[in-house]
Each structure stands twice: as C-alpha cells, then as structure tokens.
C-alpha cells in the first residue's frame, strides 16, 4: 500500500546543496605516547626447579604424602558392606553396558505373557 494522499514535488529542483568533498590529506594530530617496554628483569623458574627454598620443598612433600593418605584412606574403606559394592560395580559398568542392560530388561518386559483375569 502506498500513501494516497502525498503531494508530489512540483518544482523538479533538489532542495539540497550542493555536496563538497573532502581532497586534502589529513594527517593525524593525535598520536599515542609510546609505551616503554616490558622487560622482565627476573627469570622465572619451574615447579620443582633445584633452586627453591627448603620450605617450599616440605610444603609440597607434605601435601603430597596427606594426598597419598586420603587416597589410601578412601580404597580400604569402600568395599566393606553390601551396598558399597553394589555401588562400586553400578560405577564401574560403562555407557555401553548399562545401556545393553537396559535394552535386555525392557525385552523381557515384552516378551512376558500378558495375563487377563
């Protein structure tokens, strides 16, 4: 649809000026201060370089003997009742298994006789 009632420009003539173009070339007033380099004055060292200090040598042994002991703590507790295995074997079946698991259940669902009473 289109407007109806809209007066049409009688007089042919552009009411706008007419257009001037930029032709010199501008340069860039506004430049950036340069930024003075980053440079490292200290070289930094690996975990477990021979140059750290005693201290963090013992920090991190003694972490790593606690986390040896939970680990340790947490196999010889599991295992111990009935339900603790059957959750240790639900956790160890993989995708694959518990899926054909479910696929066998759900055929013999269909394939038991229906009874009416």
């Given at each position: ?7 049409e ?80 074997e ?28």
């Amino acid at each position: 649809m289109g407007l109806c009632a809209s007066k049409e420009d009688r007089s042919g003539a552009s009411k706008v000026g007419p257009v001037t173009r930029r032709t010199e070339n501008t340069q860039d007033t506004h430049k950036h201060p340069e930024v003075p380099s980053k440079t490292k004055t200290n070289a930094g060292k690996t975990v477990g370089s021979p140059g750290e200090s005693e201290k963090e040598a013992s920090a991190r042994r003694a972490a790593g003997l606690a986390a040896a002991e939970r680990l340790e703590k947490l196999q010889n507790h599991s295992g111990k009742g009935e339900l603790s295995k059957k959750l240790a074997e639900e956790r160890s079946k993989t995708l694959k298994t518990h899926l054909k698991e479910t696929a066998e259940s759900r055929q013999l669902e269909k394939n038991q006789a229906l009874v009416y009473d």
